[in-house]
């Protein structure tokens, strides 16, 4: 088949690309480094130009509802558009597990992503999958100085790479609407997490977990990101993955 990945250069998109590759699949990057935007739609024609499905994976690096809400809206509905046109047949929408639960801004805002990507013209499938592994060693690195300040969350961190290679065989499938949730093999606090991948590879630093205000708060300190029912569970630990080489 022939996948198009939106955000194929980011963390999660290079890994979905390789694993599509591996998989006797053909991959195209859609990314602004590849002359193709999805905000505005412009390279979007060509890129998918005889591609069976779209991955869409971006990402804005925003905590703001509205902002991160009208690129999500406008993403989604820019590809959509897009792959009507080419004779797309199925999207397929990485999300997050507890954006139904958590009152969080940001989660609002994948919520409603969501709803526009099952709602448009093309059939789509949504993967909610929990927090990656990674998210660990960005909290600790997100912002400089001694002190690494983090929610009170609990977790059930799965392997970015096994979340890739879901996708991709979600991708060659058919349309699903909502797919089953996607989480690790075990409940870690995210602090913890924190705390452990400062002592392996570091930096040192104090780490906090600091109770997040109001219900979205409440939410993630009492399981509102853990998957409440049953999905795919992938196989690595965050103790296995952080005892990988860096």
Known sequence: MRMAVAGGTGMIGRLVVGQARAAGHEAVVIARSAGVDVTTGAGLDEALRGADVVIDVTNIATMNRGVATRFFETVTRTLQEAERRAGVTHHVLLSIVGVDRVPWGYYRAKLRQEEVALAGGVPATVLRATQFHEFAVQSLTRFPGPVAVVPRMLSQPVAAREVAAELVRLA???????????????????????RRAARRHGPRKLVLGVPMPGRAGRAMATGGNLPDRPGVRGTQTFGQWLAEPR
């Open 172 to 194: 060659a499938g058919p349309p699903l609407g909502m797919a089953p949730e996607m989480a690790g093999p075990e409940p870690v606090p995210l602090a913890d997490m924190v």
